[in-house]
Structure formats: C-alpha cells, structure tokens
C-alpha cells in the first residue's frame, strides 16, 4: 500500500472551488445593488436626505429598501460592508493563478513558439501586467477630460483592454494569454473596490462620526466605479472559463476576440442597467439585436479559415510521416505510459500511438493541434506551423495509408 498525494492537482481544485465560491458571492451581491441602485424611486414622504426607495420581495419577506443620497445624519450601530467577497476572489484568483500557470510554467504559461523565456521571467511579465493594467486605468480614471465624459472613459479603458490582449499573446501561450486579460480585468476590478470603493466608504464614515459632512464626490467617484466593474462583469465571466474552448483563445488575433467579447457582454448588461432603472420603449429594443449581432460575429470571425493551398491539388502526407509528427509531439502525454513528468495517465484518456489513434481521434487533432493549436500544452515539445499543417492535410485529405513521404 502506498499514498501518493497529487498537490498540484488538489490545490487546483481547492482553489478553483473557492475561487467560484467567492465569484459567486461578489457578483450576485453586486448585481443586486446595481439592481437596487436603479430601481430606487422618489416617493411621498421619504426620510429627509432620502434619494428614493425600492419595495423587494424574497423568501416570502417584504423588504423596504432606502438610499441617502450622501449618507444618513446618525449611523446605526450595526453595518454590513460588502468588500470581503470581492477579496477573496482576488486571493482564490491569484493563488490558482499561481497553482496552474507559475507552478507549471512550461506546461502552461511559455509557449516557445511565442517568446523564449525563462520560468522567473514569465512569472515576472505576469504580475507586471496584473499590476501595470490597474495603475494604467487608474489613471485614466482621474484625468479630468475622461472624468467628465464616460463614454470616452469607457472607450479609453476597452482600448487598454486590447492593449493588454495585444501584449499578453505576444509573451505567453494562447491559453496563458486569454485567462490574463481575463486577470487583469478582474485585478482592475477588485483593486476599484479595494482602493477607491470601500476607502471612500469609510471616509465618510468617519466624517459622519466627527460630525462633519461628507464629500458627495467620494460617494460619485465610488459610484463610477462600481459602474465599471457592473459592465465589465460579463466579459471577464467568459474570459476566465475561456480555458476550456481553445476556439476561443487559440485564434491568431485573440485581440478581435476580445473586443467582441466586451462588446457582447457590455451590451447584455446594458439592457438590463436601463431595464431596472425603469426605461423603456427605444432604450429596450436595440441591446439583443445588437448583441446577437456581434456574437454571431464573434462565431463567423473564429470559425473562419483561409484556405491556404488547401486545393485539389495540395499534396498529402503518407500516415507514416504523420505518425512520426504523432509519436514526437503528442505521445509523450497521449500514451498508454507517459513520458511526459507532469501526466501519470494519458489526458482524457486519447492514446495517440498508432496511426488507428489518428484516425480515431482526427476530429480532435483537427481542433486541437490545427485549427486552434492549442495542443501541444503551451507548445512544450515546439510542434511547428508546417507539421501542424502537414496533419491537417492529412485529415482532411481522406486519412490514406499512402501519400508524400
């Protein structure tokens, strides 16, 4: 008998389950007050300094909900703060960031095809662009020009959101590269709780406590924010499970991507900000076209691919050549004994050592190593653009025994 524990893997899923835990908690709560935020209505006889109220039913209760539009005269004894979710889906984020793509840098995070780097460097550029995206959008967020109009905000911060998709594919793998934009966002989010939201919050609070009045733009500069983080939500959301559809981060111009991404996201929660603050008409009836629109869009612009002297006439590869390219890249992992350090089994189980493997697995190998080339993981064994090609030629050539040797 013997125990073998593997602590990577049960660190992963430790992680990743608090990590969606957390998630989970710190957009439903900042759904809700979004929600909360603009459904408020002015009502008769509201408590003085009172900006509206909302009526919510859950659970069988009757809930009156109020909102001063600075803050209350007296505190109450007790209040609720609402940040710690927002936290701990940082800390979970960033360990798990650590657990997958630090700890198993060469597996994960450095493509070799992409940028030579080593290990510590790779680690280094990741935390440079987690911290750089959040000192970038600060300070766009207290130039005074963009402060006064947030429609050129909001565009400032979607073109350095692209900026990050342009750098982050330059240095690491695809897949490193899309959950990092994804990462950044997601920094940029809950640094905006951390720094600005919950400070001024407090602010406040001790300025009610002295007896003085508070800034009303403290409480402005907050709302601001949290309305960054309210629209952002959606697109970071598929950012972050883009690990699991290599059609998404494999393409070669992940950038278009994304700006799909938060195109199509901003515009579904759009519909719903002006649905809850009570619009209607016109100011309903443009979002799920136009969000459909794009992500259609988004599925024609991945789903396209030259054709690239893919004709009639394009020469295919015997299935011994396409073996060999097989038994080099891909069997170190998908084999009935990996050789490859980090797998004890083979990867969903696919064996890829015989040409019947191939020709059992080529919609897989199609997807997987030609089309999205998110195999082999971050490239490890440099499987080239000509033998990617040479395997999809074969494929879509029939799979014969015969062909260019």
Not at 18 to 37: E, N, Q
Not at 123 to 136: A, C, E, R, Y
Not at 391 to 397: D, V
Request: include cysteine; hydrophobic fraction near 50%.
């Amino acid at each position: 008998m013997r125990l073998e524990i593997a602590f990577a893997d049960w660190l992963n899923l430790i992680f990743r389950w608090l990590h969606v835990i957390a998630g989970i908690a710190w957009i439903g709560s900042s759904f809700y007050f979004i929600f909360l935020d603009l459904s408020l209505r002015k009502t008769r006889n509201l408590p003085s300094g009172v900006g509206g109220e909302a009526w919510n039913v859950h659970g069988g209760g009757f809930y009156l909900m109020q909102k001063y539009t600075v803050a209350p005269t007296e505190l109450p004894e007790e209040l609720h703060w609402f940040k710690y979710e927002a936290y701990f889906t940082f800390l979970s984020g960033f360990a798990l960031l650590g657990v997958v793509y630090y700890w198993g840098a060469e597996a994960y995070l450095i493509d070799p095809e992409v940028a030579d780097l080593g290990q510590f460097e790779a680690i280094l550029l990741s935390i440079g662009f987690l911290v750089g995206g959040w000192i970038v959008y600060d300070i766009l967020c207290r130039i005074p020009m963009l402060i006064k109009n947030d429609l050129f905000l909001a565009a400032a911060v979607f073109f350095l959101i692209l900026l990050v998709s342009i750098g982050t594919t330059n240095v690491f793998s695809g897949r490193a590269a899309f959950v990092h934009v994804g990462a950044v966002v997601g920094t940029i989010m809950v640094a905006n709780v951390f720094f600005i939201i919950i400070p001024n919050q407090k602010i406040v609070v001790a300025d009610l406590i002295a007896g003085r009045t508070p800034d009303p733009r403290l409480g402005q500069e907050a709302k601001q924010r949290s309305t960054h983080n309210n629209y952002l939500t959606l697109p970071v959301l598929l950012m972050m499970i883009s690990t699991h559809f290599p059609m998404i981060f494999g393409h070669e111009q992940s950038w278009v991507v994304v700006a799909l991404i938060l195109i199509v996201g901003g515009v579904i929660r759009d519909f719903f900000n002006r649905k809850n603050a009570g619009r209607t008409g016109i100011a309903l009836k443009w979002q799920w076209p136009t969000s459909v629109l794009f992500m259609a869009a988004l599925i024609l612009f991945i789903s396209y691919e030259p054709d690239k002297g893919r004709g009639q006439d394009a020469e295919i590869p015997s299935a011994p050549v396409v073996l060999a390219i097989a038994q080099t890249h891909c069997a170190s992992c998908h084999a009935a004994q990996p050789t490859d350090p980090d797998f004890d089994e083979a990867p969903g189980g696919v064996h890829l050592e015989t040409v019947g493997d191939l020709r059992k697995y080529s919609s897989k190998i199609l997807h997987q190593s030609v089309l999205t080339r998110a195999m082999p993981l971050a490239n490890k064994t440099e499987m080239t653009r000509e033998e990617r090609d040479l395997l999809g030629a074969w494929i879509r050539g029939g799979m014969p025994d015969g062909g260019r040797e």
